[in-house]
């Protein structure tokens, strides 16, 4: 008899088995720093303060069904690992990592600027080394030690469109994917369908990405979510509960879901508030990760969908994702 | 009464010594601290800085400046410990080793964001440390042109100097046009500015060190030890000879007042991997010596190593 070996997801507290995670918030952020804040004058980051901010809404996401959280925010945007670890073991929620950094903009000079002659920026093969390290061996706290395997890369192209650097981030996301078993998340710079491309173009399967941002642009959103899903990524719909100024409504998303779902494309859809924890550096928002499940899943039911479909879009579809392939 | 902002506390510029205005402790680039290629242990980097400072200590020398910006490894709870620990001053400061050293939070930052930060650390502190900077950091990215974040930054060091009396150090002197016209424009006196790097390899030929002085400026023969005759010389290496006649022939023409030596060594690199055998003590085993072949007297030495430097360094506000 063959052994067969659990399915599994990296999460701060190690492998967790796929079928566990439950209802899961995929695009979210913990402790979300701007790189350099934790240097400035005007910031203060009492980490006990911190947690309990954070134990408050992820207490809330359990409570109203959440399972699993995904912070996507990176290596390099005020990643606390064992603060994240300690909050898990507290409030029961599985929090998985990210690795990977950018857009470009947010890089440090380590990368962009180097102690060489000419100081060309880091190409795509060093980006997949770091991140793949992350993946496999452990995430950094810089300086002092690796803690557990990062669950996924995540990057982001500039929004006026992706730079050299950006593509060098995309196409090591990519490899380090190839190379570990962990899914990439990426936000689009410009042109949807051009940044998804620069991955396939590594040879990562489709069905290893995540592209979101999708539904930040009220009057982009549809074609680029079906753009996504058509070609057999993971379109994700991150900003629930944002409004207003250009975005579109949560009604006008719910209406978007249920097409895409009428169109066959519910096992590529994904949803996720994009809360901001706690932000040090910029404003973030105040939304709960707990709204996907308070606000938006109502919205879906109205439009039909049923309880398997709902299902299928907040567990089904990120244990997928989220479920470590074998290298 | 004279003040210079050392980790440890104020001190009376008298008791500075012997000062090394332009060192590292340890540098890396921003982002640097991500990749494990570089990371020490803790014993580790106290095995490779306390020898040296101990000895630079043994041979007579007074201060270390760290030129390390913030967000370059800068690190002042560890300089506290050294200090206490090997009895050598230790200065930090504030400021930026050049715009493309400044992450995102403050390169994003306006002109009187960057102020406040830097007279908030030279007042009140670095972080929680408690620890005040006593000079600026300003810098050229590479590329060789000030980009306008350098110019922000500048802007925003003249103002803090201004506002704090201390002193601003540059990490290069090309392009030096526009950062002078930034201090004119600011009022800052020009004898508060240590131009920086006017002899290495790569910039020697491009900086009008004669003319910074002309208007004023101090002019900094910092990067003594980078020579093109080491093993495995860095980019911005020069022929030793070179620049010890670059300095001779500079102070020769009575401008013995203006200049400032210093070594740019690094104790223990942060992010990447440093010049083997290229230590502060540079000074005492090889230019103090070189100086007096070259027919320099001990009040020659006194100047440019003692009093020069705590002119500088004195906060005047």
């Known amino acids: 008899m063959g052994h067969r070996t659990t399915p599994t997801v990296n999460t701060v507290l190690g492998p967790v088995p796929a079928a566990e995670l439950g209802v899961v918030a995929i695009h979210e952020a913990l402790l979300s720093v701007v790189p350099g804040a934790e240097h400035a004058w005007d910031v203060t980051i009492d980490r ?49 990592a990210s690795t990977g950094q950018g857009p470009e903009e947010l890089l440090g000079g380590y990368f962009l600027t180097p102690q060489t002659n000419p100081p060309t ?16 061996e452990g995430m950094v706290v810089p300086r002092v030690e690796r803690r557990g395997p990062a669950g996924l890369v995540a990057t982001a192209a500039t929004r006026a469109g992706m730079t050299a650097t950006d593509e060098s981030l995309f196409r090591g996301a990519a490899r380090a994917a190839l190379a570990t078993g962990v899914p990439v998340s990426v936000r689009y710079g410009a042109d949807v369908r051009h940044d998804l491309d620069v991955l396939l173009d590594e040879g990562l399967p489709a069905d290893r ?10 009057d982009l959103a549809r074609a680029a979510a079906f753009e996504v899903a058509g070609r057999g990524a993971y379109a994700v719909l991150d900003h629930l509960g944002t409004e207003g100024e250009g975005h579109p409504t949560d009604a006008e998303r719910a209406d978007l879901v249920a097409e895409l779902v009428a169109a066959g494309h519910g096992g590529r859809v994904l949803l996720s508030v994009g809360a901001t924890g706690v932000a040090k550096g910029h404003p973030g928002n105040d939304l709960p990760y707990a709204h996907l499940l308070t606000g938006f899943v109502p919205l879906l039911r109205e439009r039909g969908l049923d309880g398997t479909r709902v299902r299928r879009l907040l567990v089904d579809n990120p244990r997928e994702l989220l479920t470590v392939r074998a290298v | 009464m004279s003040r210079v902002n050392t980790v440890l506390g104020p001190v009376p510029a008298e008791e500075l010594g012997l000062v090394a205005v332009h060192e590292h402790i340890g540098y890396g680039m921003p982002g640097s601290e991500l990749d494990t290629r570089w990371w020490k242990t803790p014993e580790q980097r106290y095995q490779e800085t306390v020898p040296k400072l101990r000895r630079f200590h043994e041979l007579g020398g007074g201060t270390f400046v760290d030129a390390t910006g913030i967000c370059n490894g800068r690190d002042p709870d560890y300089y506290r410990s050294l200090s206490a620990k090997t009895g050598v001053h230790i200065v930090a400061c504030t400021g930026f080793v050049g715009g493309d050293t400044a992450l995102a939070h403050f390169a994003d930052a306006e002109v009187d964001y960057l102020a406040a930060q830097f007279v908030h650390e030279i007042t009140v502190g670095i972080g929680g440390t408690g620890a005040r900077a006593g000079v600026i950091k300003v810098g050229v990215s590479r590329g060789g042109r000030m980009t306008d974040l350098d110019k922000r930054i500048y802007r925003a060091a003249a103002r803090a100097a201004r506002a704090t009396g201390a002193p601003i150090l540059t990490h290069l002197a090309i392009d030096a046009e526009n950062a002078i016209a930034i201090f004119e424009e600011e009022r800052l006196p020009l004898h508060r500015v240590l131009f920086g790097h006017v002899d290495d390899g790569v910039n020697a030929d491009k900086t009008r060190d004669v003319w910074i002085a002309d208007q004023g400026g101090r002019i900094g023969f910092d990067t003594f030890g980078y020579e093109t005759e080491l093993p495995d010389p860095p980019f911005w290496a020069r022929p030793r000879r070179e620049r010890l006649d670059h300095f001779l022939r500079f102070i020769g023409d009575g401008r013995i007042h203006q200049v400032l030596a210093s070594a740019d060594a690094n104790c223990s690199p942060l992010g990447w991997p440093g010049v083997e055998g290229h230590t502060v003590n540079y000074l005492f085993d090889d230019l103090i010596p070189d100086l007096r072949a070259a027919g320099l007297d001990e009040a020659a030495i006194r100047t440019v190593f003692v009093d020069n430097p705590a002119a500088f360094l004195t906060l005047q506000p």
Do not use: C, N, Q
């Open chain 1, 209 to 218: 990405i995540a592209v979101g941002d999708l539904d930040l642009d009220r």
């Open chain 1, 48 to 96: 006990a303060e911190v947690f309990e901010t954070l134990a408050a809404k992820l207490t809330e996401f359990r409570t109203h069904g959440g399972g699993t959280l995904v912070d996507r925010t990176g290596m390099f945007h005020g990643r606390d690992l064992r603060l994240y670890e300690a909050l898990s073991r507290t409030t029961g929620v599985h929090l998985v």
């Open chain 1, 121 to 136: 920026p880091w190409p795509a093969g060093k980006f997949a080394e770091l991140f793949a390290l992350e993946a496999a």
